[in-house]
C-alpha cells in the first residue's frame, strides 16, 4: 500500500550537528518521544514514530535553512539567528544555550566604558550585532571579523577589544579580559520558516509544540507527596502554589493525611521549608515526564 503521506509532508527540523546545543536538543527530541536512528554518522536522520526528519549541520546555517523553507522549524540560538538577520519566526524560547554577547577589554589599558571605545577596533564573530549595538551610540568603532578564538585578538594587537560569547567569564579572566557591557541575551530558540507550509505540517508543529510545551512544563515543576496533620490541611493549602488544587487522601491514622500536587521548581525549597514547619512528614519528590493541560 502507498504511503498515505507524501514525503514533502515531512516535517524537517534543522539542529547543531556537534556543538555545545546538540545534547540538549537531542535529549528535548528523546524527551518528547521522538525516536531516531544515530544522529552522529547521519546529516539527515528519519523519526520513526513521527512524521519529522533531522537535519544536523553547523548552527550558523541554521537561520538560512530556515528561511528559506530548506527547513521547517529549527533549534538555534538567538545570537545566531539575530546575527544573521534571518527572517523566520520565533515559536518558542528554551532555557538552555543560555549565554550573553558581551564587549570585554584588557583588564590594563583605561578601556574601562563603552565611551572609551570611540575610534578602536573591536574583533569579533558577530560584526553585524556588534554594528546595531555602536550605530545607536555616539562612539565610532571598526569591527574586525574573526570566525574563532577571538578572546586571544587584544593580547596580538589585532584589536583593542572583543565582542565575544560569555556564560561564567572564565575564559575572558584567563585571557586578562573583563566585560564591561552585554550587547545581547541569548538562549535556545525554536524558529519556523515563513515560507507557506503545507495543511499537514502545520497540524504536524501544532503537535510537536504541545508535546514540547508539556515536556518544558514539565521539567520546570516537579511532584510531591507528603504526610500532614489533618488539621494543617488550610494552611498547608495557602502554601503550595499549585497548577491543580492538591490530591488529599484519609490514612490509616485519622488525625493524618496524605497531600499530593505539582509545584515549579523555582518555588521548591521556599515551599518545603514551610511545609515542614506546618508538621509535613514523609515528603518525596518525583520528576515529571510530561504535564498536558
Ligand atoms: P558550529 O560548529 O555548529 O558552528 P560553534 O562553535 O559555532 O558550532 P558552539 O560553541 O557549539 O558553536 O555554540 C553553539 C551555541 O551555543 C552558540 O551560538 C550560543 O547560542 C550557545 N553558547 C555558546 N557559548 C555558550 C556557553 N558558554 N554557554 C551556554 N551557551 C553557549
Ligand atoms: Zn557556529
Redesign the pocket.
Known sequence: MPNPVNDTDTLRIAL???????DKTIQLLEGIGLKFDDYKRNLLVKCHNFDVELLL?????IPEYVQDGVCDLGF?????TAERGADVTVLRNLD????RLSIATPKSGGLDTVEDLDGKTIAT?YPSLTRQYFENLPVDIEPIYIS?AVEITPRLDVADAIVD????GN?LKANGLREIETIFE???QLIQTNKSISQAKIELIEKFLLRIDGHQQAERSRYIMMNAPKDSMERIKDIIPSLNSPTVVPLANEDMIAIHTVIPIDEFWQVMEKLKEEGASGIVVLPIESMIA
Do not use: F, M
Not at 547543531?16 to 546538540?22: A, E, F, N
Not at 538555534?76 to 545566531?80: E, I, L, R, T
Not at 538552555?96 to 549565554?99: D, F, K, L, P
Open positions: 547543531q550537528k556537534s556543538g555545545r546545543l546538540t549541520i553547523r548552527d550558523d546555517d538555534v540560538g538567538a545570537n545566531v538552555y544555550g543560555i549565554c564573530s574563532g560569547i560569555v556564560s561564567t575564559t541569548s538562549e535556545t
